[in-house]
């Protein structure tokens, strides 16, 4: 599950009894290393130049009436 982007893959191996623990585990490594390569680009949040960001912000709100705070 990625934190940043809220995106969820998952995997998944069965084990019988404790002593078959180590070896589900040996077996699901592996495969959670594959969604880490293969799904880079959904599990990280691109990353977004400043300037480009207050470009992008200014545009969502130009125009727009913004409420104000007023000090009493």
């Known amino acids: 599950m990625s934190t940043e982007t809220s995106r969820v893959f998952g995997e998944m191996v069965t084990y019988n009894d404790a002593a078959?623990?180590?070896k589900a585990v040996g077996e699901?490594?592996?495969k959670i290393?594959?969604?880490f390569t293969a799904q880079n680009a959904a599990l990280v949040a691109k990353a977004e130049e400043p300037g480009a960001q207050i470009a992008r912000l200014?545009?969502?709100v130009q125009?727009?009436?913004l409420?104000?705070?007023r000090s009493m």
């Open 33 to 35: 290393e594959a969604i």
């Open 63 to 65: 125009g727009r009436k």
């Open 28 to 30: 699901l490594a592996p």
């Open 67 to 69: 409420p104000t705070s």
């Open 20 to 22: 078959g623990l180590d």
């Open 58 to 60: 200014k545009q969502l």
